[in-house]
């Protein structure tokens, strides 16, 4: 099955770039390309896009924002050339960052990085057995080569460590090689929240919280910049 991909770029000359970069390899294909972030959302609706290519200045809306607004966002290479947003990019867990002008050397790093979380994602967590707010709601994490069954009301937090996530309970700490994001799909959304890109907390386990940190039992945990208006509206906190 051929990955599918969408170019969003406001520059018809970067478009072609990313064409041409692309069609070079036999599993991708691009569903649609768009010059801004709104004929974005549109394709998003009508094709299953699996990978992304994003510039960040664009009229109407920045790609970073609009990332932002995505629930459920695919998999997305940032494509600018611009250095500085790099920080937010990674904080909302991109593939990878890549500069203008980009050569098709420098495309293949990142496609090879987009296989490789692609994999490890698909090996390490298996999805949510039961209803989210069920007492017997589980998932299957890999740790080494043990699977281990996970009740979802025993998390407490989720902390990203690179390449991989440490899952602290109530028992215990399990380590598995997956991407924050995936992890963030894979848990409720009802009782789940991502507050850094580094950490997703239980909403049912927070003690307590101010503008800045989130308590969660034995822990402070920060609140990235990326996600403070998100968080705090979700704690319905004026």
Known sequence: MKTKCLVIDDEPLARDLMRSHIEKLENFEIVAECGDAMKA???LRNYK???MFMDIQMPQITGIEFLKTLKHPPKVIITTAYREYALDGFELDVVDYLL???TFERFLKSINKYYQISQDEIKNIIPVASAAKSKTAFIYVKENKKVIKLHLNE??????LSEYVKIHTTKKRIVTKTSMTNMQNKLPETGFMRIHKSFIVSMDRIE???AHSIEVPGKELPIGR???SSVLKALKYN
């Open 226 to 228: 990326s996600y403070k």
């Open 155 to 160: 998390i407490l937090y989720v902390e990203g």
């Open 41 to 43: 959302l549109q394709e």
């Open 100 to 102: 203008k002008p980009i």
């Open 208 to 210: 307590a919280f101010t």
């Open 49 to 51: 896009v699996d990978l």
